[in-house]
């Protein structure tokens, strides 16, 4: 019988829960992205590393020593504790930069030949083919070397469990035939489903095969798994109910995203309230993270040129600003902004604590999230932090997990998609009036801190831990 289970929303003082050297436990986290690798998908295993030694949990980490990857921020070292034992693995993919440059040189080959159709063709049946042997992802390289660094370091050291995090989905590859070499408990992490990745992540192989293959490796990892987490409430559900499928008895924890209150302290009074907005004061709206189909900035530049048609003089004002990668398409979008009086700013990734300071020098924060399939059952992790520095939150979302999360701190600024109306009128009412916002119940904000996670974490481990004894 498949089990969610919950935790009262209050905690004791972490540092209570220090233990004498003897009675520690130590977990293995399998995570191909680990610092110095940048980007969101990194912060939730660092601050499981960096909280759980104060729950009695001390971490080895199995990560790539050449991750192929587009950023790197040496700024998320400093959270990882000295103890930690990392062990690197190299993976036998293309460095990152190579696979830009060929992607390059084929789109400039493409545009320049009149074959390029056929050629077009003949690099498609290329690329299908070598998607099938890189399957669930091409992290599956990584797999022969982490396999040969794992299985010697569980043998030269006693651990107690082990956690895979993912995407990538090869992570929980790895950590199932671990699992079963060991007879360790195994915990796996879904920082985003596998289903919805498969479906809305570019690049990602669509074909039938694909989800054939991709159906029977989940189910696998399902099938070996003793326990599922996942960042909302729903996708938890979603995820054990596979697990049913697959004929497991897998418990089940909804551990959020979060944020540390740590990563503030560089911030000039990171949490006080600016001034209020008045009409000759520019009014910056700040949006980071990646534009693509899940995060689509479309319905904002709809409202935007509906502002433009009514009163175009008031754009002036208002400064939006985009920190982080965007794909062509939401590159198209962005230029329509251009149209407009108002002030565009589009920077590329940036480390994570000039993020934070760019967040807290906004009037608003922007947060999206595209009104798709499954949308519903997301929680995009800048949500927290957006949280955290208490701005306003212009949130253009569909019904769901985060919208519900939302309505309990900015309530009157939550949209969806298809409100522009709304949207717009939000917009003319910031540019045009005093505006004062205040978060709702600050307090309610507590349960979203690293600090508290890593706790509900190592509740789940010490459980598992305890009943395989």
């Not at 909804?254 to 001034?275: A, R, S, T, V």
């Amino acid at each position: 019988m498949s089990t969610i289970i919950t935790r009262p929303t209050g905690t004791s003082d972490p540092r209570e829960n220090l233990l004498p050297e003897g009675a520690r436990k130590r977990l293995l986290l399998v995570s191909y992205h680990f610092p110095p690798v940048g980007g969101a998908g990194v912060q939730r295993p660092v601050k499981f590393v960096k909280y759980l030694r104060k729950f009695g949990w001390d971490v080895s980490v199995l990560m790539a020593a050449n991750p192929s990857v587009p950023v790197f921020d040496n700024s998320l070292l400093i959270d990882i504790p000295e103890e930690t034992n990392l062990v690197k693995a190299r993976t036998w993919e293309p460095d990152y930069s190579l696979k830009n440059n060929m992607a390059s040189k084929n789109q400039n080959r493409q545009s320049a030949s009149l074959l390029s159709p056929l050629k077009s063709a003949c690099r498609k049946i290329a690329r299908s083919g070598a998607g099938l042997l890189l399957q669930p992802d091409a992290q599956i390289l990584w797999y022969p070397n982490a396999l040969k660094a794992g299985r010697k370091l569980l043998k030269e050291m006693q651990h107690d469990a082990i956690l895979a995090t993912a995407p990538p989905y090869s992570n929980l590859i790895l950590a199932s035939k671990l699992k079963r070499i060991s007879g360790l408990p195994l915990i796996v992490d879904f920082r985003d489903e596998w289903d919805l990745s498969s479906k809305y992540l570019e690049n990602h192989q669509q074909d039938r095969v694909s989800h054939l293959i991709q159906s029977r490796l989940q189910k696998s990892v399902m099938k070996h798994a003793d326990a599922i987490v996942a960042t909302t409430k729903a996708s938890t559900q979603r995820l054990l109910d596979r697990a049913q499928q697959s004929g497991t008895d897998a418990i089940g924890k909804c551990i959020y995203n979060g944020f540390d209150m740590d990563d503030f302290d560089h911030l000039n009074e990171p949490l006080k309230k600016q001034h209020s907005h008045t009409a000759q004061k520019r009014f910056r709206i700040v949006y980071t993270g990646t534009l693509w189909n899940l995060t689509t900035v479309e319905p904002l530049i709809h409202a935007l040129e509906a502002v433009h048609h009514s009163q175009p003089e008031i754009l002036k004002n208002l400064e939006l600003q985009f920190i982080g990668r965007k794909t062509p398409e939401q590159l198209a979008l962005l230029e329509r902004i251009k149209q407009t009086a108002c002030t565009l700013v589009s920077e590329e990734y940036c480390a994570h604590h000039e993020a934070l300071k760019k967040m807290s020098h906004a009037d608003a924060l922007c947060l999206l999230l595209s009104d798709v399939e499954g949308a519903d059952r997301v929680a995009p992790a800048k949500l927290f932090e957006y949280l955290a520095i208490k701005r306003e939150i212009l949130s253009i979302t569909p019904a769901g997990e985060t919208a519900d999360i939302l309505g309990s701190f900015w309530p009157a600024s939550n949209f969806r998609a298809d409100n522009i109306s709304g949207i717009a009128d939000w917009l003319t009412e910031r540019l045009t009036e005093t505006h004062d916002a205040s978060i709702s119940q600050p307090e309610q904000i507590n349960q979203f801190k690293r600090e508290y996670q890593a706790g509900q974490l190592a509740d789940l481990l010490n459980q598992l831990v305890n009943s395989s004894v």
